[in-house]
């Protein structure tokens, strides 16, 4: 939903880097630590936040990704020589203008480089953000057949999916049923407890503003969503 935000923003650096401590320590392990934007070289700060990801042995891999438009400063690509970095460049045809330019920048410096095209995915399309009013056992059987295993860290709270988080930050209801804030919580071992809660949801409350788990789900071509 990123070419809806009118107003985007840049996070504080210092705030995000104290987020991902906070949650380095509260979890056990996270097998993928991806930062993506809209466009993750747009973030002039993008350096100190792979160093972090990449200092916490909890974080087996991280990835990041772009969408091959602009090509990476020497300081970010020498940070992500690292064999448990992957970068990948989802690309969008001819909107991708230096995808190319870069992927053999990566394969010359040692940067492991995965180019997704646009017929290596399906894209699909979950609709807008109205409340549809299922009821609890759609909703449980609509999340049971969900695609989505990604949790979502945005501005300080954990959030269950990207659908949850993105769309609180475009009017939709910002349940705390759907998140934990972990920005707010002081104690540990209840910040702990919260996030192996959220991970047992059955359903949320952004499931009644999406179709994904749904025979309503639509593809559309790459790139063009809107």
Not at 103 to 131: E, I, N, Q
Request: hydrophobic share 35%; net charge positive.
């Amino acid at each position: 939903m990123m070419p809806y935000f009118k107003h985007p923003v840049d996070y504080p650096v210092n705030d995000l880097l104290s987020d991902m401590d906070k949650l380095f320590d509260a979890v056990d392990a996270i097998q993928i630590f991806r930062l993506l934007g809209g466009e993750t070289f747009l973030y002039k700060d993008l350096n100190p936040l792979i160093e972090k990801a990449l200092s916490s042995p909890k974080v087996k891999t991280v990835e990041v990704v772009s969408n091959g438009t602009i090509i990476p400063p020497q300081s970010t690509l020498e940070l992500m020589k690292n064999p448990r970095l992957i970068f990948q460049i989802s690309h969008y045809g001819k909107y991708s203008r230096h995808a190319e330019e870069i992927k053999a920048l990566c394969d010359k410096m040692g940067v492991k480089c995965v180019v997704r095209y646009p017929d290596d995915k399906t894209w699909s399309y979950f609709g807008d953000l109205h409340f549809r009013g299922r009821s609890e056992k759609e909703l449980r059987h609509q999340l049971k057949n969900c695609a989505s295993i990604c949790r979502n860290f945005l501005d300080g709270r954990l959030y269950f999916c990207p659908r949850a988080s993105f769309g609180s930050k475009l009017g939709m209801p910002d349940s705390p049923n759907d998140f934990v804030d972990v920005r707010a919580e002081s104690d540990r071992k209840i910040l702990r407890r919260k996030i192996f809660e959220l991970n047992q949801k059955r359903y949320i409350a952004a499931c009644n503003y999406c179709d994904e788990g749904t025979g309503e789900v639509k593809s559309v071509p790459v790139a063009e969503q809107m």
